[in-house]
RNA sequence: GGUCCCAUCGUCUAGCGGUCAGGACGCCGGCCUCUCACGCCGGUAACGCGGGUUCGAACCCCGCUGGGAUCACCA
């Protein structure tokens, strides 16, 4: 019979969701998917200090946010306590384990001066060697102590197949007996982490490359514990352009998920960019649906060079990787109208120019704008942004194009007027129409078209540049392209 | 310092002994056009270095260099 995939999503609660835990989430999210198997949401909150609710709070979020489902939990670590101090007390009992009496004092002088002659920095197993006598002297005398894994002392390896990675190999000698235990009871990482996976019958762990140099230890503990080693499946990091690990402590809410949430990315586009992070297929595939990606993924197309991703906070075009702008805008682009339409709706609500309307009998007018304006946008903030003309007569005129297409020819000021009682007569108000009218004038103006067309452009949207003027001036309406260039001439006397 | 991992355009990457080293983003140019974007066409740009193995190496081996991870009574 075959063994049913099940993996894990296993982040500590110390501070929001960001990009290297979205990127162990996706990936184990997509193998779930990608093999029926399910996926596990499992809190590692033994870290009472760091672990915090609102960050809890904050990772399921930006979970739900990026449409990462999962099968189970989440489970908290600290509601299995009693589990991974059975399983110490079984190391213990059966002997893969033993008591430790070093006190910190000590061992961090040892470590210190290890360090110093460049040496390992190997605990020497002291307690190990301890006698039964021995040990019940200390106990007697109520020395704290904690438990330490009792490594192997012989020649040989423990060596498992990574799936990303290959062959990993360590020495026994190389593997220092590691703590399991506090002194004061605590289970560590490594025995909880270990502990719980067992119990969830785990078949796949995936994780960061960090992980990597603890395998050996953990499955130590697995076959101390007499328990089945799952697989692993290592993925390369996430590195800064220093070619530093990201992190929150250095870069702060750039690496934060709900950080492009909250600038105008849409989910699925962020997982997109985020997955192609040390992710490929043979033909380089770029741009997948939901259903496209689960059946292109596999583990065999992690890489195992580490990929950086290429944020620059001082760059004016791009506040982070152009790469996952560039993603964003295709999808902005090419989705249905009426998929983005609720992130438009976000946006303009937080600008506090939306209307109702829009969801009711004008929600035709709010697609049709939807889909003139956007293949310009990157981000589904432009739309209150860049696009906000289109939404509110309050609205900001670009300097540069009030330079360049109002100022530099005077004569609008009278010519935009009078363009506005033209407009204002035509009783179908079609872009044909409109356009028929202002060549109309231009030629009995003696002036190229574009003058006029892109003087209009600025009065009625405040911008340099954008759609076809005569889809523009549909879209606005003829009110309002009415009320906008009557009012043009207010802007010359802006800028004398 | 010990241990482990890694190394193709600026960035994300394909490549798995014979390719003009492919794609994408960015950048530059052109077409389209009322402007900008989209779209289309074209260009720029890479196998870290040195040894082997081989008729032939980006691909295999060794060394070097460079980068990363880890070495807690954190997770």
Redesign the pocket.
């Known amino acids: 019979m075959k063994k049913d995939v099940i993996v894990r999503f ?5 501070g929001y969701l960001h990009i290297g835990g979205a990127r162990t989430a996706i990936f184990n999210w997509l193998f779930a998917q990608k093999t029926g198997g399910k996926l596990i949401l499992r809190i ?4 009472a ?3 915090t609710e609102e960050s809890i709070k904050g990772i399921i979020e930006g979970l739900n946010w990026l449409g990462i489902t999962w099968d189970e939990g989440p489970y908290f ?1 600290t509601q299995f306590i009693n589990e991974h101090h059975a399983a110490a007390k079984k190391l213990l009992d059966s002997g893969h384990a033993y008591k ?9 002088s040892k ?1 210190a001066a ?2 110093k ?7 020497d197993g002291a307690c190990r060697r301890l006698t039964k006598d021995e040990i019940a002297e200390k106990e007697a005398r109520g020395l ?3 438990l330490r894994m009792k490594v192997p002392n012989k020649e040989g ?1 423990v060596s498992f197949e ?1 799936i ?8 026994y000698q ?3 007996d ?2 399991i ?4 009871g ?8 270990t502990v719980d996976d067992i119990r969830d019958r785990i078949t796949h762990v995936i994780r ?7 395998t ?1 230890r953990q499955i130590l503990i697995y076959q101390a514990l007499g328990a089945p080693v799952p697989q692993f499946a ?1 993925m ?4 800064d ?5 990201i ?1 929150k402590r250095k870069h702060g809410e750039l690496v934060a998920v709900h950080f492009y949430k909250e600038h105008g990315f849409l989910p699925w586009a962020f997982l997109n ?1 985020l997955v ?12 997948f649906s939901k259903e496209e990606l689960i059946e292109a993924f596999s583990l ?11 944020v620059n906070k001082d760059d004016p ?2 506040f982070t ?7 964003n ?2 999808y902005l ?2 989705m249905p109208v009426d998929l983005i339409a609720p992130f438009v709706r976000t946006e303009l609500k937080k600008a506090g120019i939306w209307d109702p309307e829009y969801d009711a009998g004008k929600r035709p007018w709010f697609l049709d704008t939807i889909e003139l304006i956007r ?4 981000l589904t903030t432009d739309f209150a942004t860049r696009g906000r003309a289109y939404f509110s007569n309050d609205f900001a005129i670009e300097d540069r194009a009030l330079k360049k ?1 109002i100022v530099k020819h005077p004569q609008l000021e009278q010519w935009l007027p009078m363009l506005a009682d033209r407009l204002e007569k035509i009783a179908e108000f079609t ?1 044909p129409e409109t ?1 028929a009218v202002i060549r109309e004038m231009a030629q009995a103006l003696d002036v ?3 003058v006029l ?2 003087g ?2 600025t009065a009625v949207t405040g ?10 001036l549909t879209t606005i309406g003829q009110r309002r392209v009415v009320d906008r260039l009557r009012n043009a001439p207010a802007l010359f006397k802006k800028h004398w």
């Open positions: 296993a982040p500590s609660p110390t590692e909150d033994t870290d200090q760091r672990s670590q430790c009496f070093c006190s910190k004092e000590e061992l961090e470590r290890a360090l002659q460049k040496k390992d920095v190997k605990y704290p102590y904690t390896s990574d990303v990675y290959g062959k990993i190999d360590h020495k190389d593997i220092e590691f703590v235990v506090r002194s004061n605590q289970p560590l990482y490594l025995l909880s982490n960061g490359q960090d992980g990597l140099s603890n050996h290592h390369s990091l996430t590195l352009p220093k070619k530093a690990k992190s960019f192609l992070l040390g992710w490929a297929t043979p033909e380089s595939r770029e741009i065999e197309g992690i890489g195992r060079a580490n990929s950086i991703f290429n075009k791009y990787d152009p790469k996952a702008v560039s993603i805008a295709h682009r090419t293949s310009r946008f990157h297409n872009a356009e190229k078209p574009g067309i892109n209009i452009r911008q340099l540049a954008g759609p076809g003027i005569f889809d523009i």
